[in-house]
């Protein structure tokens, strides 16, 4: 997630608004998180020297946090949850 907005950050093949700030050498400096290791790494797992190819369209991975009402509502129930509900139920059935 990105906790900021992002209107009109240019990343293109030939720049990235993103690197601005959150460079290996500017990261310190403008108080943000650095990029982390494993976006310098190719696919065999070797360090490069500059931010991967495949890593550097941040967006197409990381999205701006917003305060959006769900489209759907969640019903999602925990693994615990779900097995008091049945382990009360089997005891009721006795």
Do not use: W
């Amino acid at each position: 997630m990105i906790p900021h907005k992002t209107d009109n950050y240019k990343v293109d093949r030939n720049s990235n608004k993103c690197l601005t700030c959150h460079s290996r050498t500017t990261g310190e400096d403008s108080h943000t998180p650095m990029i982390p290791v494993t976006h310098f790494m190719n696919r065999e797992g070797r360090t490069l020297g500059a931010v991967s190819p495949r890593r550097y369209f941040c967006t197409q991975c990381h999205v701006v946090q917003t305060n959006a009402r769900p489209l759907v509502e969640n019903e999602f129930v925990d693994v615990d949850m779900l097995l008091d509900y049945v382990h009360s139920k089997q005891d009721g059935a006795d």
